[in-house]
């Protein structure tokens, strides 16, 4: 028991202290709560990576070998933290609560409290339940430390051609293991290889998404009641609950890293702080060690983060010369473009070769009955996608008030259009024609697309005076 209290706190101590260090020491509830959600995050990354170094021949007692180096790192964020940064993070109040304000919040938490309760419930009660999850990404980890070593993973071609005993093999040999090494973890702190508790973080990261995206959103400038408001939009939406009630796929800790790693990219965009960046980008790059199509909206991320940093004028200059080497490269037989963790892409007309993935033919696949029920008469999104539109109709104009926003919109519209020339233009038209794959792609960017409309509407209703909060007020980031 004290080895899987150990296996809980400890990874969480030395993310929270990480992330103080490089955004600051809170002061008040609702800063604590996203340095708990980016803590609980960047721990549970360390432990993982740790695992795989120094486990990698032990994997039944990992606590063993990475409990130490955790200790350190908890310790020494921890001490530099509280004792060498001088004033702590303090966060400005915009207006006062009313009593109506007041209990709707409470009513809205105390809901968001209930469906916590259910969803640790529903993950306790049950192995490891989707498919996909026990065929494909509990087979590694699982092999590993029943084994109590960890055994390459390669190619069937490989497999069949090599005879080592000590290679194995999957349809999913080359699926990222980070999630794995995470699940050996918890195994390694419970003495076997107990599915409930290994799937138990698919809880925790949906609260500490939660907790960040009320956080940051207070941060950014809305109310109490508004950025609770857009955190319960998010945390009632049924199919993240459903991919944490049937845990054990990689889409909802890749849905919650990009979110998370938006709403920090646009406290950074208010602060300029170069250190900060670092440590953005640094968990930007955890997104392919998550999934393989972590690395699309890393690219995404990436190209939009060098826009950001560019003026007006050199934006466009960089958006009209990505577009003429583009056309040119198409022109002359095609060209590679780098995508993290997938390697080189070869685009040419008529085709995408992605490494991993295989050849996409481009042509025209008619699914857009498919597409429109997945998102507007399947139960996945209540009134998600019919209000999405409507928001951004009525307040369009907050894109040309805040750059900040209108950076957001194109790094969503840029996700966008991956996604629809995936499934408009290539086989993987399929996913959306037996709706799987396709709810869980659009899954990934879903908390970034909460966090724009609620930004589009943090104005929305006040006096005049008070439509340019950004610059009137400078609420101080974590």
């Known amino acids: 028991m004290i080895e899987l209290w150990i296996a ?7 993310g929270m202290g990480l992330w103080q260090l490089v955004f600051g020491r809170p002061r008040g509830a609702e800063l604590w709560a996203g340095v708990i959600g980016y803590g609980y995050l960047i721990g549970l990354i360390f432990a993982a990576a740790f695992s795989a170094v120094f486990a990698y021949a032990d994997t039944q007692h990992v606590l063993r070998h990475v409990g130490p180096p955790l200790v350190l790192l908890a310790a020494i964020s921890w001490t530099w933290s509280w004792r060498f940064q001088k004033k702590p993070v303090l966060l400005q109040t915009l207006e006062p609560q009313q009593t109506w304000q007041r209990i709707v919040f409470f009513l809205l938490l105390a ?6 309760v259910v969803l640790i419930d529903e993950v306790w009660l049950r192995p490891t339940f989707p498919w996909d999850a026990w065929s494909a ?10 084994l109590g070593h960890a055994e390459p993973y390669v190619s069937i071609p490989q497999w069949l051609a090599s005879g080592e005993s000590a290679e194995r093999t999957t349809a999913i040999w080359q699926y990222p293991s ?3 090494w995470m699940q050996i973890w918890f195994a390694s702190a419970a003495g076997e290889w107990n599915e409930p508790m290994v799937n138990l973080p698919w ?7 939660l907790l960040v995206t009320y956080s940051q959103l207070r941060v950014l400038g809305m109310t109490r009641l508004r950025a609770m408001l857009a955190t319960y939009a998010l945390g009632s939406l049924p199919l993240l609950n459903a991919h944490v009630a049937l845990a054990g796929y990689a889409d909802l800790w890749l849905a919650a890293v990009f979110g998370m790693v938006v709403l920090a990219w646009l406290v950074w965009l208010q602060q300029r702080r170069p250190m900060q960046l670092i440590a953005i980008i640094a968990l930007a790059l955890c997104l392919p060690a998550i999934k393989l199509e972590g690395g699309v909206w890393l690219a995404c991320f990436l190209a939009i983060v060098f826009l950001g940093v560019l003026l007006a004028r050199a934006r466009w200059w960089s958006v009209g010369g990505t577009i003429a080497i583009v056309v040119i490269g198409l022109a002359i037989g095609g060209f590679d473009v780098p995508l993290p963790g997938l390697g080189l892409a070869r685009i040419s007309w008529g085709s995408i070769d992605i490494p991993g993935k295989g050849l996409l033919l481009l042509q025209w696949h008619s699914v857009g009955r498919e597409m429109f029920a997945t ?10 996608w019919f209000l999405a539109p409507l928001i951004v109709v009525l307040r369009w104009r907050e894109f040309l008030r805040n750059d900040n926003v209108l950076l957001l919109g194109a790094m969503l519209l840029l996700c966008m259009l991956f996604l629809f020339v995936l499934f408009f233009f290539t086989e993987a038209s399929r996913w959306a024609e037996d709706f799987t794959s396709a709810n869980r792609l659009i899954m990934h960017i879903t908390p970034a697309v909460i966090t724009l409309l609620a930004l589009l509407l943090r104005d929305a209703g006040r006096a005049e005076t008070q439509n340019n909060s950004t610059t009137t007020h400078e609420p101080v980031p974590i």
């Open 203 to 209: 809880a925790g990261i949906w609260i500490a998404l």
């Open 111 to 116: 809901i968001l409290l209930l469906r916590a």
């Open 137 to 146: 990404w509990a087979v590694k980890p699982k092999s590993w430390y029943l």
């Open 178 to 180: 980070l999630l794995g």
């Open 375 to 384: 998102l507007y008469s399947l139960p996945n999104w209540h009134l998600l």
């Open 8 to 14: 809980w706190l400890l990874p969480s101590l030395a």
